[in-house]
């Protein structure tokens, strides 16, 4: 607790648990976190000021470069509505210095249905979800437009996303909207058995997602945001969830595990909002920029 106690007076020390159980040790590292660049070239709504949000991704690559970083994950909506505005910003993205992921987010599908399968090459992604193994941690990388209005591109997929909402329509749940979206049968079993391989070969795992599994309010959850809480809920191993999509940003911790929602990237015409966060063994430390604020987590 002392070396922790050092960040005290800058940060917000949350979910400290003074008799928690001797931990292996885990290296220390850091990454870079952005959430909803949103960019298009079109006006701006009375938040959402689209073109300029790729001066602010600009500023972001800008300041991580001069850190040096595990990788820089983007928490999906990295475009909204033109395909042309991929053309943009991946010169800018490419800029990064450290590795780079996606996650994909609902405005990513915001675009022709013709030009809907092209996402996944513009965003470098060869699976909709998958696993990073750094430093004895597993970071899953969701896909909640598994089953969705935008990102079902399948006929199977639409019939699942058909089948789901209905079904929890008549529940009267207030994130069953259409710019939500939710998990499948198979992406859940691969969840467990990713948290499975984790416990077995003692590695931590954090989760990022676009949409949120918990947050200060719900209207902006997976659609069966429970069904993944059922299964995280049984793995100590999990200690985290990231996810944007929210862009007011929100901060939950449940049972150990933190639930950050980081802000959008394009709201508010001269702010920003990114971040760095520091994995040590004992904590994660967010350095946030612009409207994100620095917090300080403590892992269980």
């Not at 989760?207 to 809920?233: M, R, V």
């Not at 702010?271 to 620095?294: C, I, M, Q, W």
Request: with cysteine; aromatic share 12%.
């Amino acid at each position: 607790m002392k070396k922790f106690a050092a960040f005290i007076p800058l940060l917000l020390i949350i979910g400290c648990n003074t008799k928690e159980k001797p931990v292996p040790e885990y290296p220390d590292f850091e990454i870079g976190v952005i959430a909803d660049c949103q960019y298009c070239y079109c006006e701006p709504s009375e938040i959402r000021f689209y073109k300029k949000a790729s001066g602010k991704l600009q500023e972001a690559v800008n300041e991580l470069n001069t850190h040096t970083l595990e990788y820089t994950i983007h928490l999906g909506d990295f475009i909204d509505r033109d395909f042309n505005s991929f053309d943009t910003l991946i010169p800018i993205w490419a800029g990064l210095k450290s590795d780079r992921y996606h996650v994909l987010g609902n405005h990513d599908f915001k675009v022709a249905d013709s030009l809907k399968p092209m996402v996944f090459d513009k965003m470098d992604l060869k699976e909709r979800y998958y696993s990073i193994v750094k430093n004895k941690w597993r970071f899953i990388v969701l896909d909640g437009n598994d089953l969705s209005v935008h990102g079902a591109l399948t006929e199977t997929k639409k019939q699942q996303t058909d089948s789901l909402f209905n079904l929890l329509s008549e529940r009267e749940l207030p994130n069953l909207k259409h710019w939500n979206g939710g998990l499948g049968t198979e992406q859940l079993q691969w969840v467990e058995n990713e948290l499975k391989q984790a416990t077995e070969k003692n590695e931590r795992v954090g989760f990022y997602c676009h949409f949120p599994a918990l947050g200060e309010t719900n209207d902006h959850n997976l659609w069966n945001y429970e069904q993944l809480l059922a299964i995280i809920d049984k793995y100590d191993c999990v200690k985290f969830y990231f996810n944007g999509h929210n862009h007011y940003g929100s901060y939950v911790q449940k049972d150990g595990v933190h639930y950050l929602n980081f802000k959008g990237m394009l709201d508010t015409r001269d702010s920003t909002s990114f971040a760095r966060v520091t994995f040590h063994n004992d904590s994660l430390l967010v350095k946030g920029y612009g409207r994100e604020p620095d917090r300080g987590l403590r892992i269980r």
